[in-house]
């Protein structure tokens, strides 16, 4: 299937607000919107099972779930995101701009991740034996009301984050702008981390058998209130 310019806006749902894809579809998406959906988990896109849907220049904005992934949920599939906008999303729980889980392997490519919020992974949280890859993406303004304010990554859960750019993302706990947990990993090249903030690892916080790899990166005016301004290792 194939959707270009459309607008889903205030449908709700269980899973799925706006849509879900689910079994073995694989629909390409141009242009879409997906504004103000609700559901409990993935209030605007529920990608199931296996599902590979490819997103292009798509916007996610205003979204709302209850617990898990307010922009969207990826449940055991590949999705690719290209130029798509993650707005103001909110989830209860985790999440708020994407929530991953059970070995997904989201692909992100130039996308834009501001203002959202979640307990935990405001921005985007990847969660049991994930594996992420993110290039020339951009966080600013993701708000957590525990840990990682713009990405999370635990429970053996690995990152590839490329050309990537963290500013001015927060936490109230822990990873103010990326929070690594329990044998979660990350190759990290060429990413700049500004103006983020959290109690503890103000940038990047890593704890529990986490060994991220960083390289040609930038850490500019980050804050902690206790440990590690820029990075917490434990």
Known sequence: ??????????????????????????????????????????????????????????????????????????????????????????????????????????VLNGCLFTDNTADEGAGMYNYYHCTAELYECTFIGNMAGSIGGGLASTDVSDTLIDHCTFINNSAVDRGGAIWYYFHSNGILDYCIFKENSASSGGAICCVYNCSPAVEHSQFLHNSAETLGGAVFSD
């Open 1 to 106: 299937a194939t959707f270009n310019s459309c607008v889903f806006r205030q449908n709700s749902a269980d899973r799925g607000g706006g849509m879900n894809c689910t079994g073995w579809s694989s629909p390409v998406m141009t242009g879409c919107t997906f504004d103000e959906n609700a559901a409990d988990d993935g209030g605007g896109l529920c990608i199931d099972m296996t599902s590979q849907p490819n997103l292009i220049d798509c916007e996610f904005s205003g979204n709302t779930a209850v617990s898990e992934g307010a922009g969207v949920f990826n449940d055991q599939c590949d999705s690719t995101f290209t130029d798509c906008l993650f707005t103001a999303n909110a989830a209860g729980e985790r999440g708020g701009g994407m929530f991953s889980f059970v070995e997904s392997s989201p």
